[in-house]
């Protein structure tokens, strides 16, 4: 089995699960991302799982999320101080960020006296501010090396749901709290969290310029940050355009369009393994490359034939075949999340318009947006939602809109502040990231699905194009 | 296509192109045999011709008069006998001007037989950046094609597509788009 390089940082870390405190009806089987983590010896053997009568999810008012206070994590050891604050907080956000709970503000927590240890609990100091649970965490650090265990309590049961212990490196203390975040929408809510994800995105925020041009242009770059936009590192040195960068599906390369060979072709970046590959192999000029939902293929434009076009190709480069054929401008595939269909835009109707045609390019292109002057960038949702994202054009510049693909109706999530382009949907489809500039500069920002919940994500230089890492 | 359907009209067009033009290598034509008719007399058989000439090469411009010739390619582009072709709105098609001016082109081209050219297609920030990508490809093709047909040899010119990403003047406003909805013509060799 091939472990997800993205979460190498994680794997350094070692997962526990103390025996006995996670029981009883739902299975505690860790999430799929971080099951390659764990090693069948550390899960607890049958024999040790107790039959209990505690109810392990915790719940809240009728009609409410259950709500929950994160206060700051124990640090066992002086130098500890400064990773249980980072993990708190960072736990905090993530937790906050699927709006499965309602986080009480951490600034109401001042009149709740500190616990040291699970015994000390005020348990009626939290349920005064409201709350249904409460995250109690120690860490402990002994050189670069950091314990951090956490327990989830009933406050009303006052009994605790959920246990971990981890351990591992102190060089990124978030990796803790996203992991444990994951952990506890997946126990509480048998959700997929994002906390783990990453963004990849385009940027000329280095402000070097291209070389050998008389006009002043801006290099770009791939860049990749967390979900919540920490830890944005570069990616790509090719002092060139490098533009609409996509995570594979295992999260191990990126395949972007690149400019490196003057003419623009699509290259794989594995990104952990510091090596590249080249699948279109410079046939023509290629371009926005999007993997199918299990990765073995790709699909692309490129006007290799004269005329940009759509084409599909085993990841290898291998087997490319052509899946449209129209004089007008056919661009930016997406897949569904079945792999059978392919949405993408054309202009074959006057303006550009999203289509969806078969995977295998057999039958008409039906059109999907309907009523728009413009369309373009359409994201198939891999979650359970099928819906599909576009950039519509809705004044000078685009917002985002949405197609239920099975109700055929499009709502509206952006309104005009700025141009918003590109959207991205996160692994869950709960969420989305995509391109403004309603800050000034073109950024990535990410918003719920509903259009709340509205985060910037980039601030340096102009950045573009996102995609989200499943 | 017309030239198909009226083959002979199309050569005796060719050959007479050719010879008031007398700078390039016409195409070779080769017209279809017509169906024949059913019941009609057998019409007169088509006559097929290769019509060739001899390609003269102007020789180079005086050096006093032009210095085009001596500058260094960086110098050239940044003043360059190459016109830009501008274009209109989400379009591809090249209008009087935009023709005139590849005309002008293949005249420059033609003067400098070893020069090779890229043609950048490039657009205004008003599309998406995905579709600009397709866009500024078939504006960078139309000029190409336009080029090959004055008889500019296709292996001379190489297109690429920069969408939105390269505007030559960064306003928000009509007369910025314009100076970016265009090809822009390179000289990369010479």
């Known amino acids: 089995m091939t472990q997800t390089p993205m979460h190498v940082a994680v794997a350094a870390l070692t997962l526990v699960v103390a025996g006995g405190l996670v029981a009883g009806r739902q299975p505690v089987a860790a999430p799929p991302p971080a099951a390659a983590q764990v090693p069948a010896s550390q899960a607890p053997p049958a024999s040790q799982r107790q039959p209990s009568e505690v109810e392990l999810s915790i719940s809240g008012d009728p009609g409410t999320p259950p709500r929950f206070a994160v206060p700051e994590f124990v640090a066992l050891t002086p130098d500890a101080a400064e990773v249980a604050k980072v993990v708190s907080a960072v736990l905090w956000d993530d937790l906050n960020f699927e709006r499965e709970f309602y986080l009480?503000?951490?600034?109401?927590?001042t009149t709740v006296p500190q616990a040291r240890a699970p015994g000390q609990i005020p348990y009626n100091a939290w349920r005064e501010l409201g709350a249904d649970g409460v995250v109690f965490g120690t860490v402990s650090k002994t050189g670069n090396d950091v314990r951090v265990e956490v327990r989830l309590f009933n406050v009303r049961s006052r009994q605790s749901v959920f246990a971990r212990e981890y351990g591992g490196s102190a060089s990124n203390p978030r990796v803790y709290a996203h992991t444990i975040s994951d952990e506890i929408h997946q126990h509480q809510r048998a959700l997929r969290g994002v906390a783990r994800t990453k963004l990849t995105f385009s940027s000329d925020r280095n402000r070097e310029k291209v070389g050998g041009t008389v006009q002043d242009r801006d290099v770009k770059e791939v860049y990749i940050a967390d979900y919540d936009g920490a830890n944005q590192r570069r990616i790509t040195v090719n002092r060139t355009l490098n533009i609409t960068p996509v995570w594979s599906p295992d999260g191990r390369a990126i395949a972007y369009t690149s400019y490196r060979k003057g003419v623009p072709d699509i290259l794989v970046a594995y990104i952990y393994e510091g090596r590249s590959e080249n699948p279109t192999a410079g046939r023509g000029s290629n371009f926005l490359p999007a993997w199918s939902p299990d990765g073995k293929r790709m699909a692309f434009m490129s006007s290799r034939d004269g005329n940009p076009e759509i084409y599909v190709m085993n990841a290898d480069g291998s087997g490319v075949r052509r899946l449209t054929n129209h004089p007008a401008g056919d661009v930016t595939p997406t897949w569904s999340?079945?792999?059978?269909?392919i949405a993408f835009t054309s202009d074959r109707a006057g303006r550009a318009q999203v289509f969806v045609v078969s995977a295998d390019g057999l039958g008409t292109p039906r059109r999907i947006s309907i009523g728009e002057q413009y369309a373009d960038r359409a994201t198939w949702s891999s979650g359970p939602n099928n819906e599909i994202a576009f950039a519509a054009q809705t004044g000078p510049g685009y917002d985002i809109k949405i197609y239920d693909v099975s109700t055929g109706q499009t709502r509206q999530i952006t309104f005009g502040e700025g141009s918003n382009e590109s959207p991205a949907f996160s692994p869950s489809g709960r969420h989305l990231a995509f391109t403004s500039t309603r800050a000034g500069r073109a950024q990535i920002f990410t918003v719920a699905r509903d259009g709340r919940d509205v985060r910037q994500i980039t601030r340096d230089g102009n950045n573009f194009t996102p995609s989200w890492s499943q | 296509m017309r030239m198909k359907n009226r083959a002979l009209g199309a050569l005796a067009l060719v050959a007479l192109?050719?010879?008031?033009?007398?700078?390039?290598?016409?195409?070779?034509?080769?017209?279809?045999?017509?169906?024949p008719a059913m019941d009609e007399p057998a019409p007169a058989p088509v006559v097929r011709e290769r019509v060739e000439e001899p390609v003269p090469l102007p020789p180079p411009e005086p050096v006093a008069a032009d210095d085009v010739g001596s500058r260094s390619l960086d110098d050239l582009n940044r003043n360059s006998p190459l016109a830009p072709v501008y274009f209109e709105y989400d379009s591809t098609d090249l209008n009087a001007a935009a023709q005139l001016a590849v005309r002008g082109n293949a005249d420059v081209l033609r003067?400098?037989?070893?020069?090779?050219?890229?043609i950048e297609g490039h657009c205004d920030e008003r599309g998406t950046a995905e579709y600009n990508l397709a866009l500024g490809e078939r504006r960078a093709a139309a000029a190409r094609r336009y080029l090959e047909s004055l008889g500019v040899a296709p292996d001379r010119l190489r297109i690429v597509s920069y969408g939105k990403e390269f505007p030559f003047d960064p306003g928000h406003d009509e007369s910025a788009w314009q100076q970016n909805r265009r090809a822009h013509f390179v000289i990369t060799s010479r």
């Not at chain 1, 009480?104 to 927590?109: A, E, F, Q, V």
């Not at chain 1, 999340?337 to 269909?341: D, H, K, Y």
């Not at chain 2, 003067?111 to 890229?118: E, H, S």
């Open chain 1, 337 to 341: 999340p079945s792999g059978t269909e």
């Open chain 2, 111 to 118: 003067r400098y037989p070893t020069w090779t050219v890229t």
């Open chain 2, 17 to 35: 192109a050719a010879a008031a033009c007398g700078e390039k290598t016409p195409p070779v034509v080769e017209a279809p045999m017509p169906p």
């Open chain 1, 104 to 109: 009480i503000p951490r600034d109401t927590y």
